[in-house]
């Protein structure tokens, strides 16, 4: 069984920064793709940040320079730092990893970037 268990969210002003980590219980962590997602009110879920296992990433173009996707293969941990935040970032930020032919997502954590 996989589990992801996000932290690090919480409210910020705009320019600010967050750290997110999410911690996976899962055999051979190192092998597998990880993910960040993130839903907005109303919106569908998006792809914020991936990091193979030989720590390649890849980034939407709207979060290239801000968002950066870092991995520990020895904590079995993924984080994500958010810096130059907007209010167009908040939304609930998912951990995710396609697992033996089945997708699974963590509970989420909220960012909340207002004044």
């Known amino acids: 069984q996989v589990q992801l268990v996000e932290s690090g969210g919480g409210s910020v002003q705009p320019g600010g920064s967050l750290r997110l980590s999410c911690a996976a219980s899962?055999?051979?962590?190192?092998?597998?793709?990880m993910a960040w997602y993130r839903q907005a009110p109303g919106k569908q879920r998006e792809l914020v940040a991936a990091?193979?296992?030989?720590?390649?990433?890849n980034y939407p173009d709207s979060m290239k320079g801000r968002f950066t996707i870092s991995r520990d293969n020895a904590k079995n941990t993924v984080a994500l730092q958010m810096n130059s935040l907007n209010p167009e970032d908040t939304a609930v930020y998912y951990c995710n990893v396609d697992w033996h032919g089945r997708t699974y997502w963590g509970q989420g954590t909220q960012v909340t970037v207002s004044t």
């Open positions: 899962l055999r051979l962590f190192s092998f597998y793709v």
């Open positions: 990091i193979t296992s030989g720590g390649s990433t």
